[in-house]
């Protein structure tokens, strides 16, 4: 998921460091969605003319990607993504995601970034059909793939 969402936001326009922040957040969110949140904090949606007309919408604390949220604190001149009080930056993502990878994450990233750029911006502007269409039909192929490939190359 990490990979997937750092190259999706890479295509809809943040730099890889904050896309790779973004990534490390969204996998966070989903496996944190996928156990039960404790808390439930009411977000308001994004219609989608919203979306069309402002792709890319930031306050002071939310940032939207399309019509996804997520949380955002500014640390100096930097901005960082940040879930349960916690920072997500392009180092966590090299821990943390990277690393798990070895030599075969500069292979898995472009085969991620060629994944994305396979769909009309319509579709990565959208937290549904973006997990529906793009993730969720390739997450078990390319995790047993991307496995596989880290393996080898170890």
Known sequence: MATLQAARALILGLSESQAKGWGLNRAIFYAAAKRGFK???????????????????????VYFLGDEMAYRIKKGKRSYFTIGGKIQTQSDFHRQIETRFGEAFDKAWREALAVVRRFPKQILLSQSEFYEQVYKPRRDDLAAKWTEISGKMT
């Open 39 to 61: 808390e439930r904090v009411p977000v308001r949606k994004r219609g989608w003319m919203e979306v069309l007309q402002k792709p890319i919408r930031e306050t002071r604390q």
